[in-house]
């Protein structure tokens, strides 16, 4: 790779300067190298369009986290069973479902730790298509264990586990895995948000209202999470901090599919309770009404 092309991602945040890498940070550069030689998706689009999965999957690294495909000029991402265009959040048919074939890694030994890296990514990647397909889902099941078999704080890997659980109605096995996630990776903004929709599933809302919090305080920019919080808080009778998120969703996704219930919500909270907003100087002023 030229400096050139690394001071370019560099300026455009998909990496973070550096004299040394790590090998997950390696393993971001092919799949940046790969990714612009292979689709031609400017690093500016590559960037909108991760930044989107991020706020909108509460994923760290979505390069890495999920596979992708180029849909015109952005990258839609295959999650929760679906291929996605985190920009608009419309799902698309999905009609590349195969098994990616293995990555091979030359000029290193099989058992170094730069291998091995690269085998449970692939590992990883391989296990996420063949989720998309309910035919192969217990082989999806197979790979993921043989993941943690491996590395058993591989976060990504839990939270799918954790998933297909959920998505079964497993949801004593579902919540051990999201836990395990957020043990082995506890600025992990998704574990935290799919343990608050396992533990809401449960009927545990206090629980799951703590798991919310922690995913909108990990990550701010969250939609889906501040949604998730609003309802919880309003099933508790706390509409005043309801509010609060409802308003935090709009202002995230104003155009999105769920905007419309989220702006009614905040209408009726504002309209119904007698709020007061206290002014920068200090001066308190009644809401409107």
Request: proline fraction near 4%.
């Amino acid at each position: 790779m030229h400096a050139r092309q690394l001071l370019a991602w560099e300026r455009a945040g998909l990496i973070t300067s550096s004299e040394h890498y790590s090998f997950q940070a390696l393993s971001q550069l092919r799949k940046l190298r790969d990714l612009q030689a292979t689709t031609r998706i400017s690093a500016k689009s590559i960037r909108a369009s991760v930044d989107a999965m991020q706020r909108v999957a509460g994923m760290r690294n979505p390069l890495m986290e999920a596979s992708f495909v180029r849909r015109g000029s952005r990258l839609s991402f295959r999650h929760g069973g679906a291929l996605m265009d985190p920009l608009t959040q419309q799902l698309a048919f999905d009609f590349d479902t195969s098994p990616a074939r293995q990555l091979r890694v030359v000029g290193i030994g099989a058992d170094s730790p730069a291998r091995q890296a690269a085998e449970v990514q692939d590992m990883f990647v391989r296990a996420v298509q063949l989720e998309e397909n309910p035919a192969t889902i217990m082989h999806a099941m197979e790979l993921y264990q043989a993941i943690l078999a491996i590395r058993p704080e591989h976060a990504p890997a839990l939270i799918n586990l954790g998933t297909i659980h959920y998505n079964l109605r497993k949801y004593d096995q579902a919540e051990q895995h999201y836990r395990k996630a957020t043990v082995a990776d506890p600025e992990y903004a998704l574990a935290f948000f799919d343990l608050g929709n396992v533990l809401d599933e449960m009927q545990r809302l206090t629980e799951a209202t703590a798991a919310y919090q922690k995913a909108v305080t990990l990550v701010p920019q969250y939609a889906d999470a501040h949604y998730n919080l609003a309802l919880a808080y309003e099933r508790q009778g706390q509409r005043r901090r309801a509010l609060r998120h409802w308003l935090a969703y709009v202002r995230l996704d104003p155009v999105g599919p769920w905007a419309k219930h989220a702006k009614d919500q905040a209408r009726k909270i504002l309209n119904t309770e007698k709020l007061s907003i206290v002014s920068r100087r200090g001066r308190i002023v009644k809401a409107a009404g």
